[in-house]
């Protein structure tokens, strides 16, 4: 079982940065795509941002275009998500989610249902 675990939230300003880490155990020599994905209260979960299994290819929501940034570590087994120019309205839960069928290499995955394991979340809080 593949399981993710958060880490790298916390209280910033508006304007500042914060970079959130995914390590994900367990089976993880064939997880496929790995997502960002964050739920603030009383709203949905939404897609923020994807990276493909193989590859950099990299897709991100047009709310954090431009200010985040996800990535993956050498090892598959890690993924990133650097958050610059931080404004109130990224306050949320962010939740690291990973899809276990590799897929095509090109097909975007950015609904909750495309991902099989989620990690518990870490706050982000972003102060005005």
């Known amino acids: 079982q593949v399981q993710p675990v958060e880490s790298g939230g916390g209280l910033v300003q508006a304007g500042g940065s914060l970079r959130l880490s995914c390590a994900a155990s367990?089976?993880?020599?064939?997880?496929?795509?790995m997502g960002w994905f964050r739920q603030a209260p009383g709203k949905a979960r939404e897609f923020v941002a994807t990276?493909?299994?193989?590859?950099?290819?990299?897709y991100v929501a047009d709310s954090v275009k431009g200010r985040f940034t996800v990535s993956r570590g050498s090892s598959k087994n890690m993924l990133y998500l650097q958050m610059n120019s931080l404004k109130p309205e990224d306050t949320a839960v962010y939740y690291c989610?990973?899809?276990?069928?590799?897929?095509?290499?090109?097909?975007?995955?950015?609904?909750?249902?495309?991902?099989?394991?989620w990690g518990q979340g870490t706050q982000v809080t972003v102060s005005s």
């Open positions: 367990g089976g993880t020599f064939s997880v496929g795509p």
């Open positions: 990276i493909q299994w193989k590859g950099d290819s990299t």
């Open positions: 989610a990973i899809r276990r069928s590799q897929g095509n290499g090109f097909t975007w995955f950015t609904g909750t249902l495309d991902y099989d394991y």
